[in-house]
């Protein structure tokens, strides 16, 4: 379906009130027509041409849970001249899809924690990126039209929507608009890419254009690096360093005595209520009790005095204030220099937290500034909304530096084992006696590496793309 444009008033007005009828999620309700329009005005405000107004309705109470929590009826009135499968087809094809799709379900839950018209530019989001996913086309208006709606009576709405249906039958173009949204459902696989549904659990589909496409564009870059590792832990890095460290009190846990029940154990641990079970008459064998023996079903004392050790491991990246030389796009490359820099960071943290699950791990990403001056504050900000979730369990931290790298990195090396990687343009000079030092330097398109007190070295790779896979998966080697 191509975009189509209606310049005559009445025809846009005859597709917005025509198509309030045909919601499935749930039936026509005069209380629900005002949050319908104002998610098409937002729709319309955005410059996307507009779906039926029946279809992101189905959208909307589906995403905010209104269909869950309605209490009305669920008869549906049979709409004139309309073909006698199509609604059959789309409730199976789409709402049955819909409901059953991962990536909504995800989307809809960060939906249902927005608030006021955040709301709407959230659900507008989605159908945007519905809309780019699978090329459909849709309407455009003139959103004073909607505008002038909003003014109307809901019931009035209702009853001149049902009028036309009853006059001049549904609109080609309705049909049209439904029998397109039928074959995009039946093609595509998820109705959202993960960057969209991550872009709405971080919230940067609300926020200004420049911010959300640097975000969608290092998770994208980020997935596409993820890709070319291995999905099994690599093997360590041969000349890699390990740092000795103290095991500290929140290490160990020793346990000692009863500290629970388990359904396994020795006969002197057996509870005692457990005898219970025993039946008095001999001939009756096997008993209750030899029963739950057989199926380890008897409680017993679970006695622990080992102890708990986990090895704890920081990582510090540090990011020089030359990095705004960065923001630059090279023709081999496809997205800036300093996108990639932080595609790069964000698969290395999620590659390392996966593959260090059984470790104490935290990352800290060290904004160097120089006096006066933010050079990287859009970069920090972009990290914050990144490591979201992660931030808010403590995982990873974000903040602005002014001390010395060196010892700072040193003091922390006393009590976990330091991993200090320096992202700069032309490198660091970073001393430190305990931490594992890296300089990570993009001067060029190609990125090089130096490994401790080894020259550093820049990978050989056909593709430029490939060459940044590559230098991932040898700093992944050096710090596992």
């Given amino acids: 379906m191509n975009v189509v444009i209606l310049r005559d008033p009445d025809e846009a007005l005859r597709f917005l009130l025509q198509a309030l009828w045909f919601q499935r999620a749930m039936p026509p309700s005069p209380s ?15 410059g996307q041409p507009l779906l039926p107004s029946g279809v992101v309705a189905d959208f909307g109470h589906a995403a905010f849970g209104v269909d869950r929590d309605s209490t009305a009826a669920t008869k549906y009135r049979t709409i004139p001249e309309l073909p006698p499968t199509l609604m059959r087809t789309y409730e199976d094809h789409v709402l049955g899809k819909l ?127 993820s890709e070319s590792l291995p999905l099994r832990k690599i093997k360590p890095f041969a000349g890699r360093r390990e740092v000795p460290t103290r095991i500290l009190d929140e290490d160990t846990y020793p346990v000692g005595g009863f500290s629970s029940l388990s359904t396994k154990g020795s006969i002197e641990s057996l509870l005692h209520s457990q005898l219970a079970f025993i039946e008095d008459d001999p001939n009756l064998r096997p008993d209750l009790f030899d029963v739950k023996l057989l199926r380890d079903e008897l409680y017993y004392y679970s006695r622990d005095e080992n102890q708990f050790l986990r090895r704890r491991r920081l990582f510090l990246f540090c990011l ?21 820099i932080l595609a790069m960071l964000v698969a290395a943290v999620r590659k390392l937290s996966d ?81 594992v030092t890296t300089q990570f330097m993009v001067a060029g398109p190609r990125p090089a590496v130096q490994i401790g007190y080894r020259p550093s070295e820049e990978l050989v790779a056909e593709d430029t793309f490939e060459c940044w896979g590559a230098t991932l998966e040898r700093l992944l080697a050096t710090w596992v």
């Avoid at 629900?32 to 955005?46: G, V």
């Avoid at 020089?320 to 997205?335: E, H, I, S």
């Avoid at 808010?392 to 790298?405: G, M």
Wanted: charged share 25%.
């Fill in 32 to 46: 629900t027509i005002k949050p319908i329009l104002e998610w098409m005005l937002e729709i319309a405000a955005s």
């Fill in 320 to 340: 020089a204030p030359d990095l705004v030389q960065a923001r630059f796009q090279d023709p081999d490359l496809p997205v800036q220099r300093i996108v990639m």
């Fill in 99 to 225: 409901y059953a799709d991962w990536s909504f379900e995800r989307a809809s839950d960060a939906l249902r924690r927005f608030t006021g018209r955040e709301r709407a530019i959230g659900l507008a989001y989605a159908i945007r990126q519905l809309r780019d996913r699978g090329s459909l086309g849709g309407v455009e208006m003139s959103p004073g039209i909607i505008r002038t709606l909003l003014e109307g009576q809901p019931d009035e709405l209702l009853r001149r929507g049902w009028d036309s249906l009853s006059t001049h039958g549904a609109m080609p173009l309705l049909i049209e608009s439904y029998e397109a949204l039928v074959v995009l459902a039946r093609s595509t696989a998820e109705f959202l890419a993960l960057e969209d549904v991550i872009a709405l659990e971080q919230r940067t589909a609300l926020s200004n254009l420049g911010q959300y496409v640097a975000h969608r564009q290092v998770l994208q870059t980020a997935h596409r690096l």
């Fill in 355 to 435: 593959w260090l699950s059984t470790d104490a791990i935290k990352f800290e990403f060290l904004i160097i500034q120089e006096a006066g001056s933010s050079p990287l504050a859009h970069e920090a900000a972009l990290l914050e909304m990144l490591f979201l979730e992660q931030i808010q369990n403590h995982i990873v931290e974000v903040r602005p530096f002014r001390e010395q790298v060196g010892p700072y990195a040193d003091v922390r090396a006393q009590r976990t084992m330091c991993h200090l990687m320096t992202i700069s343009t032309d490198g660091m000079d970073v001393q430190t006696k305990q931490a």
